[in-house]
């Protein structure tokens, strides 16, 4: 099993950016495919990106391309999300998620972090 605990959430302006850190127990970290979803007031949870086991592979949503990047560090069991040029749209709770690729994070699993609020104002 592993669990995981996102940081970093916070206040910024429009165009600003921040970082999202998520911290994963166990020993396995390594072998765990990794992702980040999103869920706005009202809106139903959204797929934001992942990144597989080696962070040789990531995948993005459209909506984030070219300005969020997805990376890890297997030796801190830790996975970071950086969001550039951000826009208030980017308003959310969000949601570290672990599963054995990216595609089971994607499609469903169990292992997920309490969220953290990112407020973007215009």
């Known amino acids: 099993q592993v669990q995981v605990v996102e940081s970093g959430g916070g206040l910024v302006q429009a165009g600003g950016s921040l970082r999202l850190s998520c911290a994963a127990s166990g020993r396995f970290f390594s072998t765990y495919g990794m992702g980040w979803f999103r869920q706005a007031p009202g809106k139903e949870r959204e797929f934001v990106g992942g990144i597989s086991t080696s962070g040789g592979g990531t995948y993005y949503a459209d909506s984030v391309k070219g300005r969020f990047a997805i990376s890890r560090d297997n030796a801190k069991n830790t996975v970071y999300l950086q969001m550039n040029s951000l826009k208030p749209e980017d308003t959310a709770v969000y949601y570290c998620?672990?599963?054995?690729?990216?595609?089971?994070?994607?499609?469903?699993?169990?292992?997920w972090g309490q969220g953290t609020q990112v407020t973007v104002s215009s």
């Open positions: 998620a672990a599963g054995s690729t990216v595609e089971a994070v994607r499609r469903g699993t169990k292992y």
